[in-house]
């Protein structure tokens, strides 16, 4: 696992722009309902980096519905610009917004990989993190396999924060 979150922990407060055209804080954003936040560099990104991406997006998209009935938001995570995701969302019809993290302050705060493509620097490989409503981090899913993704995810959310053992001591 390449990030610096730890189930249990906070979420950091971090203001990215939505294809709403808001500014959210991902740590308000949660407090209304659980959420999975899906870091991805699909929009501009090529070869597999982008297969990977797309994979992951898709799977969100078949599981919308179930994840919403069960109360849960999702929102995508990229570095690329608030045109290209809304160029991005528009295409690939997505039922949920994508936030813009052009500055990489979101994903250097949160250790997630990123790779460079010429001077395109996005989300190297897909990284889902599940919040619970209080923004504590329930799940984070990497690698992130399409096939379970929504599983996954609605497990993390519907089970008890993991006790802490000897290896991984209670944060506080």
């Known amino acids: 696992m390449s990030t610096k979150l730890t189930v249990g922990d906070q979420l950091p407060s971090v203001g990215l722009r939505a294809t709403d055209g808001f500014l959210l804080n991902l740590r308000s954003y ?17 070869g597999a980096a982008r297969r990977r991406g797309l994979k992951a997006i898709e799977a969100l998209v078949a599981g ?53 493509e010429g001077e395109n620097i996005n ?18 899913i990497d690698p992130v396999t399409p096939e379970t993704l929504v599983d996954d995810v609605m497990r993390a959310l519907a089970e008890p924060i993991p006790a802490a053992t000897e290896d991984a001591p209670a944060t506080s």
């Not at 959420?35 to 991805?40: I, K």
């Not at 009935?69 to 917004?97: C, M, N, Y």
């Not at 989300?123 to 981090?137: E, M, Q, S, T, Y």
């Open 123 to 140: 989300v190297a490989k897909p990284v889902a993190v599940a919040v619970d409503r209080d923004g504590i981090i329930r799940a984070v």
């Open 30 to 46: 949660v407090t209304k309902q659980a959420a999975v936040f899906l870091f991805f560099g699909a929009p501009t990104l090529k």
């Open 64 to 116: 919308f519905d179930r994840l919403r009935e069960a109360g849960i938001a999702i929102g995508g995570i990229s570095t690329d610009s608030e045109q290209q995701q809304k160029k991005f969302v528009e295409e690939r019809e997505l039922p949920f917004l994508l936030f813009s993290d052009e500055r990489r302050s979101a994903v250097g705060l949160l250790g997630i990989e990123t790779a460079a």
